[in-house]
Structure formats: C-alpha cells, structure tokens
C-alpha cells in the first residue's frame, strides 16, 4: 500500500475521532459528582433503606407490567434498549439513568456493559469504555458484541499515539493495539459470522495492517449485511487501494 495512503487513512480516521463529543469528558465527570444515576452501577455506593425501597418499588413495579411476565433478565434488556435510544439522541443522563435500571433488574445482564462503554466512548474516555467492556466480558467471555467493541476501543487507542511523523519502531509498537484488537475481533467472528459491526472492524483491523486480502474478504461479507458502520471515505480508500 502506497504511504501516502496510510498517512491520509491515519489523518482521516484521527479526525473521526474528535466527532460527536456531545460533552468534555470534564463537564461528564463533574456531573456525574451530584448524581451517583449518572455512574455505572450507581458508583457501587452502599444505598441507605430509603434508596434500598425505592429501588424495590422500582422492580416491584416493573415486574407487574404483562409484557415482561416476571422475567428480569428481559425487563433488563428492555431498559437497556431505551437506554441506547436515548443514546443516539445524545441524551447521555437519561441513556445512563435506563442502562442503571437495567443493572438494578438484572445486575448478571451482560448487555449493561455494552450501555455503559457506549456512553464512555460518547465522551471520549477510551480506558473507562474499555473497562466496562472488560467488566462485560467477565460474565460472559463469549459475547460478541462486547469483543468487537473492546476491540474497536484498541482500534482507537491505536489512531491516538500514531503521531506524524512515525519513526518505523513508534509505527510497530502502534500496531501492537492493532494485533490485539484482531485477537478479540476474530473471537467475535467465530462466535456470530453475521455480526455487521465485527466485519466493519475486522476490515479495517487489516486494512491498517496492510492486509488487503483479508479486508477485502470481510467487506465483502460486510457488504452483505443490513447495518453499516464503515465510513464512505474509508470505503473509497480501500476500493481504491486494495486492488483485486
């Protein structure tokens, strides 16, 4: 692969980085100071009998509705879904105050992570998204979807140390993050051949490696898959670059 097209897929994927924040990661974390709703499993604070009977209500309340005939893990995943709604309308607080309510139905729900890194990731705090991934992948080390989106964090930590210009030993040591993002990335593809986000990462993992092989060989299965993620400019990138 020519240089100059590395260094301009670097520059274009460093920018897309720095879109979105819809708030500092300062301003989260200062709010975040008055309202412990607004921390992954509410801080991990030792709740007083009053909040202990709030949260009982809570559940009590919620177990009564038909739809979800008494099954918490599935009251959990309801709220956790209202959680990302709320999230792809930039409205961090209410997104955590859902994915909390998911943890309060069902503390073993794994998805909660997914939730909970989401927002992280929202305000560009990369080790704490990575960190409630982790924290996922502890309960269930066979979700896909956790495995893709730890592995897209190291993606991302990637971009963030590749300055310019790259000495030959900084560009090596980058793709240590890169490497290991593969590891999870490939995990997750044996566990759901079919997972759109996966593919999307898978292709660009390889891509940054200089593998044109398999990147093609993922978006071509990407391609086929109903949700996308790949950005157009890396996909006219990689057309481009990666001849058949």
Not at 74 to 90: M, N, P, R
Request: proline share 2%; net charge negative; aromatic share 16%.
């Amino acid at each position: 692969m020519p240089n100059f097209f590395y260094l301009f897929f670097v520059f274009l994927f460093a920018s897309l980085l720095t879109k979105g924040q819809v708030v500092s990661l300062d301003d989260w974390d200062e709010i975040a100071k008055t309202d412990v709703r607004l921390l992954p499993k509410y801080g991990n604070i030792k709740k007083n009998n009053d909040q202990k009977n709030i949260d009982w209500e809570f559940i009590k309340e919620v177990m009564e509705i038909d739809a979800f005939k008494g099954n918490r893990n599935l009251a959990s995943d309801y709220y956790i879904q209202l959680g990302f709604e709320q999230l792809s309308k930039d409205d961090l607080k209410t997104a955590m105050y859902r994915f909390n309510q998911g943890y309060l139905l069902d503390s073993l729900n794994s998805n909660i992570y997914l939730g909970y890194g989401a927002v992280f990731l929202k305000v560009k705090n990369i080790e704490k998204a990575k960190n409630e991934f982790l924290a996922g992948l502890h309960i269930n080390s066979e979700h896909p979807d956790l495995l893709a989106n730890y592995a897209d964090c190291l993606i991302h930590q990637y971009f963030l140390i590749s300055d310019f210009p790259l000495s030959q030993k900084q560009r090596e040591n980058s793709f240590l993050y890169v490497d290991s993002a593969l590891d999870y990335l490939n995990r997750s593809y044996q566990i759901n051949p079919n997972n759109s986000f996966t593919l999307s990462k898978l292709t660009m993992a390889y891509y940054i490696k200089e593998d044109c092989t398999q990147s093609l060989k993922f978006y071509d299965e990407y391609k086929k898959s109903k949700q996308k993620f790949l950005d157009s400019e890396f996909i006219n990138i990689l057309e481009k670059t990666c001849i058949r």
